[in-house]
């Protein structure tokens, strides 16, 4: 009896053994990712608008149906990344993602910017350049550092109305990005 | 025989312990990682760029396109205040206040998160298009039949999960004490 008492300790030590294997190694093992499904959509150095989740197809990214959505992927392996234009006065937000999908950066329009976004993302070197002042950029750029080189960005738009969503959503197409010519 | 037999609880106790705990975990952070009240439930950590290993793995398995801490924070309910599944059988009430925001958005979803509203009306609410109560408060309607004041008719039939995502909120941030003001949700009535 102890010893099958001593068998079933065993296996819930071994049971949380498992636990803490799968939650560590998930992240590296999950293959339906965010980063695949936008790397799915094409998005390298151009603006793409996420379609609205549709009745009946399955809303992988989950998405806010109020809500549009932008994204580009940028490969900082080129040089910096840059994300410039102008949004209507509404509330918009920009998040700048990793390949794990986690958030490296992200700022509302309400913390000060008003209706330009300007972006500029750098991996490390590029921020030490940046520090010694080798590379140039335009004053006012909002420097992101990304410890990554393959990084995406979203941004965020609310359209006050329903009706708005679509001219709305051509000023969001307009937002250039790329990498910036050093 | 006996060693066998004891080797097999063994084994089918860890695989158990093992991969259910990892589920349940994950499924709704309901052990570790995540933020709950009431029925409410979110991840408060997603939207950083470094989360802890339970978040990294949620965000991992979720495949979802979350928020960053800075623009917002996301909630959802599966179940009523009193902890019974929501049904779309039945009708619920939203009833309490929100935390601050500049807006929100309250969708009711089905398992492939798809807003099950009638697809020809708005897909939920949106806080700049609700009517509130004298004190501030609200009171949201989710059903097939008809509701007074704010209503969306839900569509289709078996569970559904409600999603509250508070847009540039002080939520977490420490500041204010408005931590547990959420909504309760009260089922009302079932056909």
């Not at chain 1, 549009?68 to 918009?92: D, F, K, Q």
């Not at chain 2, 019974?84 to 500049?102: K, N, Q, S």
């Not at chain 2, 009306?121 to 501030?136: E, L, N, Q, T």
Request: net charge neutral.
């Amino acid at each position: 009896m102890i010893r099958t008492f001593l068998y079933a300790i065993a296996g819930l030590l071994l049971g949380l053994a498992i636990h803490l294997v799968v939650v560590l190694t998930l992240p590296m093992l999950a293959d339906r990712t965010v980063f695949a499904e936008i790397s799915a959509l094409d998005a390298v150095n151009t603006t793409r608008l996420l379609s609205k989740p549709a009745p009946g197809a399955a809303n992988t990214l989950k998405l806010d149906p109020d809500l549009s959505y932008a994204v580009c992927r940028l490969n900082l392996a080129n040089g910096p990344g840059e994300l410039s234009g102008t949004l209507p006065a509404a509330y918009w937000s920009v998040a700048v993602y990793d390949q794990t999908g986690a958030v490296l950066y992200s700022t509302t329009n309400r913390d000060g910017i008003g209706q330009t976004l300007d972006l500029g993302i750098f991996d490390p070197a590029q921020t030490r350049l940046l520090a010694e002042q080798k590379i140039d950029i335009a004053s006012g750029l909002l420097i992101v550092e990304a410890h990554s080189d393959d990084v995406f960005v979203v941004v965020r738009l609310a359209p006050p109305h329903p009706s708005m969503r679509d001219r709305y959503e051509a000023q969001l197409q307009r937002l250039s990005c790329g990498n910036i010519q050093t | 025989m006996r060693f066998l037999l004891n080797l097999l609880l063994m084994l089918s106790i860890a695989l158990g312990v093992g991969f259910g705990l990892s589920y349940y975990a994950l499924s709704n952070g309901r052990l570790f990682g995540a933020f709950q009240s009431g029925p409410w439930s979110g991840w408060t950590q997603s939207g950083t760029a470094s989360p802890d290993p339970y978040t990294r793995a949620f965000v991992a398995r979720n495949a979802a396109l979350q928020l960053g801490k800075a623009e917002g924070l996301q909630l959802v309910a599966s179940n009523d205040s009193d902890g019974r599944p929501l049904d779309r059988a039945c009708r619920y009430r939203v009833d309490g206040r929100t935390p601050t925001a500049t807006f929100w958005t309250l969708i009711p979803i089905d398992a492939h998160w798809n807003s099950i509203a009638r697809p020809d009306g708005p897909p939920g609410f949106h806080s700049a298009r609700v009517a509130r109560s004298d004190d501030g408060s609200l009171q949201l309607y989710f059903s097939k039949t008809l509701s007074p004041l704010n209503w969306v008719e839900i569509a289709g039939d078996g569970a559904f999960s409600l999603v509250l995502t508070l847009y540039d909120t002080a939520f977490f941030s420490g500041v204010g004490t408005n931590e547990t003001i959420l909504p309760s949700i009260i089922r009302e009535s079932c056909r």
